[in-house]
């Protein structure tokens, strides 16, 4: 008997509840580990784009001031 039909056999609670807070449970450190490593460099990301962006829009500005 392979997985699936051991999934099979059993309730929908087991398959649909229960097997999932386990794996919550077990996994969990290591979701919310992967999950706040994505998160920290989708910020340093932005931060990074926000910062070149207004240095960008400053040296425009000076240059375009000076130059008059």
Do not use: D, E, Q
Not at 17 to 45: D, H, N, R, W
Request: no cysteine; proline share 3%.
């Amino acid at each position: 008997m392979g997985v699936k039909g051991t999934l099979a056999a059993l309730p929908w609670w087991v398959k649909w509840i229960a097997v999932p807070l386990i794996a919550l449970f077990v996994f969990g450190g290591l979701i919310a580990s992967v999950v706040g490593f994505i998160l920290g460099l989708l910020f340093k990301v932005l931060l990074f784009a926000a910062l070149v962006g207004g240095l960008i829009y400053v040296v425009r500005k000076f240059t375009s001031s000076s130059g008059v």
